[in-house]
């Protein structure tokens, strides 16, 4: 062959190994050589310290590595729900992804469209991760997701109006019960919720059911090994609507988003809400209007169920997944354990959770809510993750739409234990 001929083969081949490299994610050169657009695809799109913190893990690795640029895209939480859904069926998903770990990102790794992260995790990467941070997004004994924070559900107390309207801030369900007619006597709502959005309402239900029935039992059901037909978890619809009978709600929850439903919370008026420790930074901001006046505590028990006080909803289950078709696996890993932990850190910091990474921050600068959030993730004596997440698919979607019904009331609270039961015997 000739040095002409060697040469143009080499140029050929040179051009086809760099048309390879196009994929998922997109790419430029430069004089330094090629720089690399890794895009992602996550759920932070409101004025909160969930986005604020995020931003800041983003641009942390954007500014580390400037020529493997992320290029983030954000859509809100419902409707990414069926966005990525979509992609990933389509095998048109982003290189990184935002998901939820157990049931809802089951059928992905089933079909192959995650990849696997054990490989590139021997570096020491798990020593850093808290216990349970990996549990929800491990499938058959692989790992194919990061998580960020520890989420729990909280309940929130305004100290203020309980002081000023000189009502007891709730202990038990009957406290609870007596706090939401003393508010409603008064004109105030006292819980907020926006049913529209389906989860928040679940959150609550949730909650009852382990209050009612422990988390082992939830858990159990949840698996398909109890059933739903149990009787704590008729109780705890019941119990449910002795909130909503009682006024505990906003009467049009049903039509307000999760985010349009918390505004006269943060702005303090309304004196509870039972919804993630992430709420924790928005309280927290400084132009917050309720900023040092809420407090943070664990949801009422009931003193006939079989729930210990110190239970909890939530677990790590929020994540960054990488595509298993990406054309840049190696440095879309890199980014995704760079983003998480910077991400925890971060949020952390800011109020949005608590780190499933060991971070280490100044605890000065943490703020009293979110010690207090921490304290009882810290002490639970058991967890079940929100069930919109641990089941999968329609099951999740059948979950959701029955506690809607009950805010509707619209069924029985054992029409709904039926019903929740029908998902095991399928």
């Known amino acids: 062959m000739s040095k002409k001929i060697r040469t143009l083969s080499a140029l050929l081949t040179s051009i086809l190994l760099t048309a390879g490299l196009a994929g998922c994610g997109s790419k430029s050169t430069s004089g330094n050589g090629e720089k690399i657009t890794l895009k992602l695809w996550h759920i932070y799109t409101a004025q909160d310290a969930n986005t604020e913190s995020?931003?800041?893990?983003?641009k942390d690795w954007n500014d580390a590595n400037p020529n493997v640029q992320i290029e983030a895209e954000a859509t809100e939480n419902e409707a990414y729900k069926t966005k990525i859904k979509t992609a990933v069926s389509a095998n048109e998903a982003p290189d990184i992804f935002f998901s939820w770990g157990a049931g809802f990102a089951q059928p992905f790794v089933e079909a192959g469209k995650v990849l696997a992260l054990d490989d590139y995790l021997k570096d020491g990467t798990k020593d850093k991760l808290t216990g349970g941070a990996l549990t929800y997004v491990t499938y058959d004994e692989k790992i194919y997701g990061l998580t960020f924070f520890s989420g729990a559900g909280i309940f929130f107390v305004n100290k203020e109006m309980f002081e000023q309207h000189d009502v007891k801030i709730p202990e038990t369900f009957d406290e609870l019960l007596d706090a939401v007619k003393a508010f409603r006597a008064k004109g105030i709502v006292p819980m907020a919720v926006g049913e529209k959005d389906k989860w928040p309402g679940m959150f609550y239900y949730d909650i009852l059911a382990m209050?009612?029935?422990?988390?082992?039992?939830?858990?159990?059901?949840?698996?398909?090994?109890?059933?739903?037909?149990?009787?704590?978890?008729?109780?705890?619809?019941?119990?449910?609507?002795?909130?909503?009978d009682a006024g505990a709600f906003d009467e049009a929850a049903l039509g307000l988003t999760r985010d349009e439903s918390e505004v006269p919370f943060i702005q303090g008026q309304i004196p509870m809400y039972y919804n993630g420790s992430w709420v924790a930074g928005s309280i927290e901001k400084d132009d917050s209007p309720t900023k040092g006046k809420?407090?943070?505590?664990?949801?009422?028990?009931?003193?006939?169920?079989?729930?210990?006080?110190?239970?909890?909803?939530?677990?790590s289950v929020d994540c960054f997944m990488v595509n298993a078709n990406t054309k840049y696996k190696d440095e879309a890993v890199r980014a995704v354990k760079f983003i998480t932990e910077a991400f925890a850190k971060h949020g952390y910091e800011l109020g949005a959770g608590i780190p499933a990474w060991k971070v280490s921050v100044d605890e000065s600068k943490i703020s009293p809510l979110t010690k207090q959030v921490s304290a009882i993730v810290q002490k639970s004596t058991g967890s079940t993750i929100w069930w919109d997440t641990y089941l999968s698919?329609?099951?999740?979607?059948?979950?959701?739409?029955?506690?809607?019904?009950?805010?509707?009331?619209?069924?029985?609270?054992?029409?709904?234990?039926?019903q929740m039961q029908a998902i095991n015997v399928k």
């Open 54 to 58: 995020f931003k800041a893990a983003i």
């Open 211 to 244: 209050r009612a029935g422990g988390s082992k039992l939830s858990n159990d059901a949840l698996a398909g090994k109890a059933s739903f037909e149990d009787p704590a978890f008729v109780t705890a619809a019941e119990k449910l609507l002795q909130l909503i």
């Open 294 to 315: 809420i407090e943070a505590r664990n949801f009422p028990v009931l003193t006939d169920g079989k729930g210990d006080k110190n239970e909890i909803l939530g677990g």
């Open 393 to 418: 698919g329609a099951d999740a979607d059948t979950h959701k739409d029955l506690v809607a019904k009950l805010f509707g009331k619209a069924i029985t609270p054992e029409e709904f234990a039926k």
